[in-house]
């Protein structure tokens, strides 16, 4: 945890309930150990999303739905989500909580691998948020810079590793050290990259939060 642990349970205890399939999905996830974004992580989305007010949303790791449903709550009516899941076991429930939640006129789910799946989209997106591989963030960037407009918000999930990535890679377990590398080579490029402009927020396991620019030549 980056975070004391004292100052995340305050914060969680202020939270407001959520709709009740989203609290029938988060007690679905922690009692089959499936990853949602964190208390902390939902409220900061919440309140860009209102702030941004995007019509199109590109995610991309859909799990069982639970941010893509949270996500449409917050934008208009007529919004579309487009979100991209790779696991096959989870895709079914899904699009199960996809439709029990009556937003499958909002969101669309497409299968596969979304490094092969991004190349064919040639549509632009307003907002899109990564939470999939964490060692393919660095692959997906140049895909997601092609498909965010202009003044558009990319943010990106879980990218602290619990406050590994201070460590140096030999002091990380061998099976985390190539997401360490990526990670790091991700966090360096999104920093100093001419066209967005980013910060590194320290809530939840660490997030970006970038605004692509208009580049002044």
């Known amino acids: 945890m980056i975070v004391n642990e004292r100052i995340v349970s305050y914060i969680h205890s202020l ?3 959520n709709s009740s399939i989203l609290e029938a999905m988060a007690k679905y996830a922690l009692n089959n150990d499936v990853p949602i974004i964190r208390k902390e992580v939902e409220s900061f989305l ?3 999303l209102l702030m941004k007010k995007p019509l199109k949303i590109l995610e991309l790791g859909t799990a069982i739905g639970y941010s893509a449903i949270l996500m449409s709550e917050c934008i208009p009516e007529n919004g579309k989500i487009v979100t991209i899941e790779n696991y096959e076991k989870r895709i079914p ?3 199960e909580n996809i439709k029990n939640a009556g937003k499958e006129h909002m969101i669309t789910l497409l299968e596969g691998d979304a490094l092969e ?3 064919q989209i040639d549509e632009s997106f307003d907002f899109i948020f990564m939470d999939a591989a964490k060692a393919q963030y660095i692959n997906f960037l140049p895909h997601v810079m092609r498909l965010l407009n202009k003044d558009g918000v990319l943010l990106a999930d879980n990218v602290l590793q619990e406050g590994e990535l201070i460590e140096s890679r030999y002091a990380v377990i061998k099976r985390n050290r190539t997401i360490h590398v990526r990670m790091r080579e991700f966090l360096y ?8 402009e980013t910060s590194i927020i320290p809530i939840g396991d660490g997030m970006t939060l970038s605004v692509k620019k208009q580049i002044c030549r």
């Open 15 to 17: 939270e407001k309930d």
């Open 46 to 48: 919440r309140v860009l």
């Open 93 to 95: 429930v899904a699009r």
């Open 117 to 119: 799946l991004l190349p």
């Open 189 to 196: 490029q999104i920093k100093h990259m001419e066209e967005l």
